[in-house]
T-cell receptor, first 113, second 114 residues
Framework: ETGVTQSPTHLIKTRGQQVTLRCSSQ?????VSWYQQALGQGPQFIFQ???????GRGNFPPRFSGLQFPNYSSELNVNALELDDSALYLC????????????FGPGTRLLVL | AQSVTQPDIHITVSEGASLELRCNYS??????LFWYVQSPGQGLQLLLK??????LVQGIKGFEAEFKRSQSSFNLRKPSVHWSDAAEYFC????????????FGTGTRLLVSP
């Protein structure tokens, strides 16, 4: 059974650009969540997808958007990048919507210059 | 507002000594509670979780945690720390509001001295 994987591992962008981060859920998991972890902070919930629909959202602006595909892999898109978007972006999957345990990937470290 | 507090930013423990990391939560009802560990450059690994029932839960790597409703706490313990335990530890809570939003504390960095 493979775990949660994310790509790329590192990324450098400039302010105003757009970025797409990718996540492959653990095998059989149909729910995926995205978190932003700024340096020295705990992860902050961005949003969650269940069966290709957004199922919940944290306090992030609309320029943060996502997709979930039929194979339950997922993308996080961020438009109009700002310096404060520099962070580690973590993807987590769980077996079902009512399964509370989330399993995290290694993350994508984004640096915005 | 729902929140999780980890009052200790850094803790240094001698190898072989016991460890306790503190976690307090502020919710209207008892949430689901978790401890995760993060090694440098890596994602979060689940150590243990509490949903209901026995208030002392066992996890991986010899860790355990005790849920105390009266203190709104969920402290993590280990009887004997190994150098490989040096990492960042995060306490998290989920109110099961229909979607799985984990609320994390700010983390405690554990340093292990020889």
């Amino acid at each position: 059974e493979t775990g949660v994987t994310q790509s790329p591992t590192h990324l450098i962008k400039t302010r105003g650009q757009q970025v797409t981060l990718r996540c492959s859920s653990q095998s059989g998991h149909n729910t995926v969540s995205w978190y932003q972890q700024a340096l020295g902070q705990g992860p902050q919930f961005i949003f969650q997808y269940y069966r290709e629909e957004e199922n919940g959202r944290g306090n992030f602006p609309p320029r943060f958007s996502g997709l979930q595909f039929p194979n339950y892999s997922s993308e996080l898109n961020v438009n109009a990048l700002e310096l404060d978007d520099s962070a580690l972006y973590l993807c987590a999957s769980s077996l079902r919507l009512d399964q509370e345990t989330q399993y995290f990937g290694p993350g994508t470290r984004l640096l915005v210059l | 507002a729902q929140s999780v507090t980890q009052p200790d930013i850094h803790i240094t423990v001698s190898e072989g000594a016991s460890l306790e990391l503190r976690c307090n939560y502020s919710y209207g009802a008892t949430p689901y509670l978790f401890w995760y560990v993060q090694s440098p450059g890596q994602g979060l690994q689940l150590l243990l979780k509490y949903f209901s029932g026995d208030t002392l839960v066992q996890g991986i790597k010899g860790f355990e945690a005790e849920f105390k409703r009266s203190q709104s706490s969920f402290n993590l313990r280990k009887p004997s720390v190994h150098w490989s335990d040096a990492a960042e530890y995060f306490c998290a809570a989920n109110m099961n509001t229909g979607f799985q939003k984990l609320v994390f504390g700010t983390g405690t960095r554990l340093l292990v001295s020889p």
